[in-house]
């Protein structure tokens, strides 16, 4: 049975319309919004768009239809539709420098899918990180179509450093042969030498295609180099370290513009989803701004000080710790998995994910690893000090993982420090009562 709603919720007439017209799902958006609250919120994919953001979002521009792209529409009444996304194509290619943009891909799948079709045919090779290494499905995985329609081979990490080792990458690409090579990934927590990818892709007469959905908005901020100057593609999602609202983009050379709307519509998709859209382009317009690139420094910054803190503690991490929003805990030295470390985190209000390490000798549904970012907490206002009375309650958790008292308890702290910092993007705020 739902609550009574909060009065921020009745004060805003659309939440207010929502909770009249079905009180379940209101009351679970309100749910979610106070679990928010409540919890660090740790998973590098995850992130809080602004109420600008969210509002855009929900705009009446999720009424139109608008197949084809703008002053090229199949539908009439696209007046201010096609002013929408020739603004997000605008902010896009200036706050990342590019030739073109296309702001039309529903996600960051699609977008690599578009990317591939741009430049590959059925069966050509293309190569990526391998998943169990940080990589993503869409970079050539077996189950994912990058793996059932074309030729796919991977590149691993160092088995000592765990970072990408750039000479068998070449050594890889010059034996395979590749059309198209993919940088980028999930769980790497190091930087991505464009350049070099770009060098190999050169000599082996590939196309680089740069996946930067985790990182977008550290290279928005210039907290992480661009691949902009290297990569003839770069695809990315719009929210994570952007902090827009669940789409994608793709950024290219203006020799492979049409190759790469064309992928999108209609070779991939009908119309746009043109709410999103519009958020897309205020979250690209937050992103200019010297803020915005202040906070993807702090990202950084917050990440490195929660590894440094955690190491300090005795935990192996990938790699040795991170230059990014990600760092990778590896436990399989430990008499528990990562994913009861994870679930254990949750109890507790800390909430990141299980994850595969490098070699994992674990299942991937059970993995040695637990992945942890910091966009979500720095975009909360926490920074480096912070980072310290994060890892001591990780700790405390994974030193006491079968202790419910005790984790409790800790949820009850995480809770009160929360309180500390504004949620953005919440309408209850952080003083309506505490899920149980």
């Not at 239809?65 to 194509?89: C, F, M, P, T």
């Not at 702001?103 to 990180?129: E, H, I, W």
């Not at 720095?378 to 030193?399: F, P």
Request: contains cysteine; neutral net charge.
């Amino acid at each position: 049975m739902a609550e009574p709603p909060p009065d921020a919720f009745i004060a805003c007439p659309r939440t207010r319309a929502l909770w009249d017209a079905d009180p379940e799902i209101a009351d679970l958006i309100a749910k979610e919004e106070r679990y928010e609250c409540d919890t660090i919120r740790l998973i590098p994919s995850e992130n809080y768009a602004s109420m600008a953001v969210l509002a855009a979002t929900g705009s009446i521009f999720a009424n139109k239809y608008s197949e084809g792209y703008a002053s090229k529409r199949y539908y009439e009444g696209q007046i201010y539709v096609d002013q929408v996304e020739k603004l997000a194509i605008a902010r896009a290619c200036a706050l990342f420098g590019a030739a073109h943009a296309n702001v039309q891909p529903y996600s960051g799948s699609p977008a690599n899918m578009a990317a591939c079709f741009a430049v590959l045919k059925p069966n050509d090779t293309v190569m990526g990180l391998a998943l169990p290494f940080g990589g993503h499905l869409t970079h050539g995985w077996n189950v994912n179509f990058s793996g059932i329609l074309y030729r796919a081979v991977q590149y691993e990490l160092d088995p000592q450093t765990h970072r990408i080792d750039m000479d068998k990458v070449r050594d890889a690409a010059r034996r395979e042969r590749p059309k198209a090579i993919f940088c980028g990934g999930t769980a790497y927590p190091r930087l991505w030498d464009f350049a070099a990818f770009r060098s190999i892709a050169d000599e082996v007469g590939a196309v680089l295609i740069a996946d930067i959905a985790h990182i977008a908005g550290l290279v928005a901020a210039g907290a992480h180099p661009s691949p902009v100057p290297h990569a003839q593609i770069v695809t990315t999602t719009t929210h994570k370290t952007l902090r827009g609202p669940r789409g994608a983009m793709i950024l290219c050379t203006e020799e492979l513009a049409k190759a790469v709307d064309r992928a999108v519509f209609p070779t991939l998709q009908g119309g746009p989803h043109n709410h999103t859209t519009a958020a897309i382009a205020v979250a690209l317009k937050e992103a200019a701004t010297p803020e915005f690139r202040a906070y993807g420094h702090h990202v950084v910054a917050n990440a490195k000080a929660l590894a440094a803190a955690l190491a300090a503690r005795g935990y192996r991490l990938v790699s040795g710790g991170t230059d990014n929003h990600l760092l990778l805990i590896d436990l399989s030295d430990r008499p528990y998995t990562g994913k009861d470390g994870a679930q254990a985190l949750s109890r507790a209000g800390l909430v990141g994910n299980y994850n595969t390490v490098p070699f994992d000798t674990r299942k991937p549904f059970n993995p040695s690893g637990i992945r942890l970012g910091t966009p979500a907490v720095t975009s909360r206002g926490m920074k480096e000090e912070h980072m310290e009375a994060i890892a001591a309650w990780i700790d405390a958790v994974l030193s006491n993982i079968g202790d419910a008292e005790r984790i409790a308890a800790i949820k009850e702290e995480v809770r009160e420090f929360c309180g500390g910092f504004p949620t953005p993007g919440v309408l209850i705020g952080n003083d309506w009562s505490p899920l149980p």
